[in-house]
């Protein structure tokens, strides 16, 4: 008998599908990058092919072991990381992971994380050579001392990165941005000139936590990446200030633990949403979201989730 979570009874009503950037999804809800790891140890758990898709832990050119203990801290509303892109590098992806990968009947993004230009290029070209659905370029990781947030808080270091990867690829080009920054619109805007198909926002905000008796940082690293409910406002501003800025689809994340958080996302612009630290918290949650959209958008009388995205009206 089959051990996995049986499905969910479908909505038939309610159309969940949905095109980001190049991608069509068959609902709106990812897994958010670092949280799911490459869903290895949920497949034989869950089904999936449930979920519109996966994002996966940021892949390096080479592997790296992250950042040293302890690398994760409880905040109020959220948790600091510096994991610090632990990973066992592209060709150990390609070769020994994605074939598994690509069983699991979702889109596949992987996520990109380099150091500087080249490494981004580079990787671009290998994963162009395989059956991933989308790259996500990730710009804006706080937690590695040389490129990607550094990359991403420079609008013209993010065009000269977007730039040089579209022409390793016809892929659908999807770039991840760091709320780190004064105006999240001048980088989104540079990034859309450059040639990519959607944007993803946000990633963590850096922060520190404290430990009073030792009076040092609790993490190893000193800083970390907020995310949880504690950004949820920050990440849906962000969301509804980019989707004034550009025309680009949106994927939109940032402490969504709930349905009614993910439509909120979509109100303010988001075609498609990441769920991250809630899936650490509760990794069931992410499979029953599709379902429990739909079923919050029928009782409002709408007969598609697409429906939702851009639909806030502001006073
Ligand atoms: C433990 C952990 C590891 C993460 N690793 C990555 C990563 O490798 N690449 C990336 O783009 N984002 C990474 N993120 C950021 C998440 O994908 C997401 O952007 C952020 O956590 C906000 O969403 P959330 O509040 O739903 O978690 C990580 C987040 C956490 C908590």
């Known amino acids: 008998m089959d051990n996995k979570k049986t499905k969910p009874q479908e909505n038939k009503v309610v159309k969940r599908e949905v095109q980001v950037g190049g991608v069509r999804l068959k609902n709106p809800i990812l897994a958010a990058s670092g949280t799911f790891g490459f869903g290895a140890e949920l497949a034989p758990h869950y089904d999936l092919s449930l979920l519109g898709g996966i994002c996966t832990t940021g892949i390096t050119l080479e592997s790296r072991r992250g950042n040293p203990p302890p690398r994760i801290a409880e905040t109020s509303g959220g948790m600091l990381n510096s994991v610090g892109l632990q990973n066992p590098g592209v060709s150990a992806f390609v070769t020994d992971i994605l074939p598994e990968m690509l069983n699991y009947g979702c889109a596949i993004i992987a996520n990109v994380a380099g150091n500087s230009t080249d490494d981004y290029v580079e990787m671009t070209r290998i994963l162009n050579a395989t059956e991933v659905t989308a790259l996500e370029l990730n710009l804006s990781c706080p937690n590695v001392s040389a490129g990607g947030m550094s990359i991403g808080t420079e609008p013209e270091l993010v065009r000269e990165v977007v730039v040089a990867c579209r022409k390793q690829t016809d892929k659908p ?118 379902e429990e959209m739909a079923e919050i958008a029928q009782a409002a009388g709408h007969d598609s989730l697409a429906r939702y995205t851009g639909k806030l009206r502001p006073w």
């Open 173 to 290: 080009l999807w770039v991840k941005l760091t709320p780190n920054v004064t105006s999240i619109s001048a980088v989104a805007k540079a990034a859309e000139e450059a040639g990519a198909d959607a944007l993803v926002l946000i990633n963590t905000l850096l922060g520190i936590a404290v430990d009073l008796n030792s009076e040092r940082p609790l993490l190893r690293n000193n800083t970390g990446g907020l995310s949880g409910p504690a950004i949820k406002p920050i990440a849906l501003r962000m969301v509804y200030e980019v989707y004034r800025a550009v025309k680009l689809p949106l994927v939109g994340l940032g402490g969504i633990s709930s349905a009614v958080d993910a439509l909120e996302f979509m109100l303010c612009g988001a075609s498609a949403v990441q769920v991250g630290t809630a899936s650490l918290v509760n990794p069931e949650l992410i499979f029953s979201l599709p």
